[in-house]
């Protein structure tokens, strides 16, 4: 197997390093990964009220009494209703669970329970549940059980018992090199903080706000010869990183790789764990950790105050740095010499639109912890190009105006700072950056200044999330334009020397939640975004010299 895997990376050394970002594993994901769809499948709820994640569980997640969950639902875009992918797969699907129980379909549509059998000496059932044209909703109820059911599957029609992932997601992944499972291990929000609380692949949900197991994640990686892109919740400790290293060194194959990064987006404060950051590095700092405030000693009132490099927010900031680094000691420790930064690469993510953020991290990480190029791998931003803000609330606004939207966006605000500049009498001048303060170099400059990589965890066209015009953003997603902007954005980010470009992402719905995906029909990989994606990553990085 590992011979195997090393072969493959061989063979794919030249393509442009074009991955992407997975939708989060839940029962209305557009593109489900997995043939068993329990692996999907929401925690469980209550008989009456399915969807209201309140059963009785065990400490796996598995009820304890009578109980239902809320295996699939599908939803459709304006326009798009007839498409094949507005329903569930229609068939037979194989459902085992250990217990006894009778089974029905609770509130689904179109959905039939039969044969449903118990062995009481295995104390496994098993049975078939028909899903007919049409149906929308999938939601199983389990009653007059004993003491509950566990070990639940479903599997979809069609397919082989040993076969783990679906034909269409199998494909929709095909062409591109490393995932980020940033929204598969629910990053954002997570309240995970010791090993032991982590969900295990043998839980009653993989969607849980705990995120799925990294040995799914890892699985993923060795069987669909892909590299891995994992993150480390906030408030993993230590032993939770030294653990997860062991965990990769012993199931990940040789040949592949795995990215490692802090949380996710320490800089926003949307998401709860930047706030759980920024406190964590102010106790820090009053317990005495100058590091995070350059070198001043610092009370909880002098923080209140804002007082010289008493500074909650870049004490914050530079907690990541800090914490970073030592995640990667901790890999390093684990995984032993030579590892680091070649089969283990650890990032330094932040903000793409204010990169004196990094600049400072990583002259502090330069100051206290030493040699940047020693600890990480590379610096990892976000370069997303946005539809106008005004555009996006307009009820009248076209395809055409979205997608001139978007392309002024990208030039200016992303292209122009892919390549090594320095900020200079008012305007950015291709220049190294030579170590100073509040420069204006671009991510780009920092990393070559300090000997790593420049690279993109996310990416990609940000029409906002506004529930306007809907079906007109739809159409611009659809418009061969918009392929040729993704198309653009990444290879003039390979053609000015950066590295790898995570799009986000794969798939999702198209909504007033974003328009975030590839495609939003796993059925269709011949859309204009899908294809321009795809024709990239299976081109030579070499092809790729433009830079504007």
């Known amino acids: 197997m590992a011979a195997i895997a090393s072969a493959s990376l061989l063979a794919t050394a030249d393509r442009a390093p074009l991955g992407v970002n997975l939708e989060g594993l839940s029962d209305w994901s557009r593109l489900q990964p997995y043939v068993d769809l329990m692996k999907s499948a929401r925690p469980w709820g209550t008989v009456n009220a399915p969807w209201d994640e309140a059963a009785a569980v065990d400490a796996l997640g598995w009820p304890t009494g009578d109980a239902a969950v809320m295996v699939n639902i599908r939803t459709a875009e304006p326009g798009d209703e007839g498409k094949p992918y507005a329903s569930i797969k229609p068939g037979v699907y194989k459902l085992r669970f250990v217990g006894r129980a009778t089974v029905d379909a609770s509130v689904s549509t179109n959905v039939v329970i039969r044969n449903v059998q118990y062995d009481p000496v295995t104390n496994r059932s098993t049975g078939e549940v028909v899903v007919g044209s049409g149906a929308n909703q999938l939601v199983l109820a389990f009653r007059g059980t004993t003491g509950g059911v566990r070990n639940v599957s479903l599997r979809m029609p069609g397919y082989r ?43 009653g949900s993989q969607a849980s706000a705990k995120g799925a197991a990294y040995e799914h994640a890892i699985d993923m990686g060795n069987e669909l010869g892909k590299d891995i892109w994992i993150n480390i919740p ?58 995070l405030t350059k ?27 800090k914490r970073t680094v030592r995640i990667a000691q901790i890999f390093s420790e684990v995984y032993g010499p030579g590892a680091l930064n070649n089969q283990v690469r650890v990032v330094y993510a932040t903000q793409f639109a204010n990169p004196g953020i990094a600049e400072q991290v990583l002259k502090n990480i330069a100051t206290y912890r030493g040699n940047p190029s020693d ?37 200016v605000d992303n292209e122009a700072f892919f390549a090594a500049v320095v900020h200079e009498n008012g305007a950015y001048v291709r220049k190294r950056y030579t170590g100073g303060d509040f420069t204006g170099a671009s991510h780009k400059a920092l990393a070559d200044y300090y000997g790593i990589k420049s690279l993109a965890y996310e990416g990609g066209p940000d029409l906002r999330q506004n529930p306007a015009n809907q079906a007109a953003k739809v159409a611009a997603n659809r418009h061969v334009q ?51 994606a795809r024709a990239v990553a299976e081109s030579a990085s070499s092809a790729w010299t433009s830079c504007p």
């Open 161 to 203: 018992a040993a076969q783990t992932y679906t034909n269409e997601f199998t494909r929709a992944l095909a062409p591109f090199r490393v995932v980020r499972f940033m929204d598969f291990l629910r990053t954002n929000n997570n309240p995970v903080r010791t090993w032991r609380e982590r969900t295990v692949k043998a839980a």
């Open 295 to 321: 070198g001043q000693t610092c009370t909880q009132a002098l923080f209140t105050a804002n007082s010289g490099n008493c500074n909650p927010y870049w004490a914050g900031y530079f907690r990541v740095g």
């Open 375 to 411: 600890l990480i791998y590379g610096v990892a931003t976000a370069p997303y190009f946005y539809l106008d803000e005004n555009l996006a609330a307009s009820p009248t606004a076209t395809p055409a105006q979205i997608l001139d939207s978007l392309g002024t966006s990208l030039a």
């Open 234 to 291: 906030v408030h993993a400790t230590d032993a939770y990183v030294h653990s997860l290293a062991q965990l990769l060194k012993r199931q990940l194959l040789p040949g592949r790789v795995v990215y490692v990064e802090y949380s996710n987006e320490l800089w926003n404060y949307m998401f709860t764990q930047t706030v759980d950051n920024t406190n964590l590095a102010v106790a820090e700092a009053i317990a005495g950790d100058t590091t």
């Open 482 to 532: 918009m392929g040729e902007l993704v198309r653009r954005e990444a290879t003039r980010w390979f053609g000015c020397g950066n590295g790898l470009f995570m799009h986000y992402s794969l798939s999702s719905s198209w909504d007033r939640y974003g328009y975030w995906g590839l495609t939003n029909d796993p059925t269709d990989l011949e859309g204009a975004k899908y294809k321009a």
